[in-house]
């Protein structure tokens, strides 16, 4: 089996490949394209060297992201972080949305010293892709306008601060929104094991005289 050319994604290298007609940046540390088309990527295989989120407003894409296939469809965020590998992406015709990079070490000050932060975009490497409602939508495009007028106003003497500001606004509200996904499923969870210890018991106290998986699903009150 021949080995697969993985090809590192640099902010810097995004920025010099990068048409300016939907592009902003700041330095070589942001980085925003507000036409998914025009973002430079390979056809192939690349590990991202910065931290990478597509917002998307119409179409749909499906892609491996560390071998595992993944989806995106309209008012989902895809997070790739730093070391990630993506690979295997169909894009559709009608696929649109605002891209945001971030280099490693913007994204680490940015974080830093936030720790529920952190533990939340810990937990977005196995949830990667984060559904928004239409006012989640709208907000963080708001968000991105915000971030294209700051990074344009290059004679404001806060220019930077106001965009680490504006920044870790959208990462707590992305972050709020990966806690509700995070509880969600928890809960799930919970009254897994819940089901699970009443079965024990059930199956303990009945065994001799029930063998029906539908008894004990009418027990439990779950369809069988």
Not at 80 to 101: C, K, L, P, R
Not at 103 to 114: A, Q, T, V
Not at 144 to 159: D, G, Q, S, T, W
């Amino acid at each position: 089996m021949s080995k697969k050319h993985v090809r590192d994604i640099h902010l810097k290298d995004a920025i010099t490949r990068s048409s300016k007609t939907s592009v902003n940046f700041m330095g070589e540390d942001l980085l925003l394209f507000s036409d998914f088309k025009d973002v430079p990527i390979p056809h192939k295989v690349f590990k991202m060297d910065c931290t990478f989120a597509v917002i998307c407003y119409s179409g749909s894409a499906n892609f491996a992201l560390n071998t595992e296939q993944r989806s995106i469809k309209r008012n989902d965020i895809i997070l790739v972080n730093t070391g990630e590998t993506v690979e295997s992406y169909e894009v559709a015709d009608d696929f649109n949305g605002m891209t945001i990079f971030m280099s490693k070490n913007f994204m680490d000050d940015l974080i830093m010293n936030y720790e529920d932060v952190s533990h939340l975009l810990l937990f977005s490497r196995t949830h990667p892709v984060i559904h928004l409602t239409d006012t989640d939508a709208d907000l963080f495009r708001n968000y991105y306008k915000m971030l294209e007028y700051k990074i344009a106003e290059v004679h404001n003497h806060f220019r930077k601060d106001v965009i680490r500001s504006i920044l870790r606004a959208w990462i707590y509200e992305l972050s709020n929104i990966l806690y509700r996904d995070q509880q969600m499923i928890e809960n799930v969870k919970r009254r897994q094991d819940v089901l699970f210890a009443e079965f024990l018991k059930l199956v303990e106290a009945n065994f001799r005289t029930e063998k029906r998986v539908s008894w004990y699903s009418d027990r439990l009150c779950i369809s069988s």
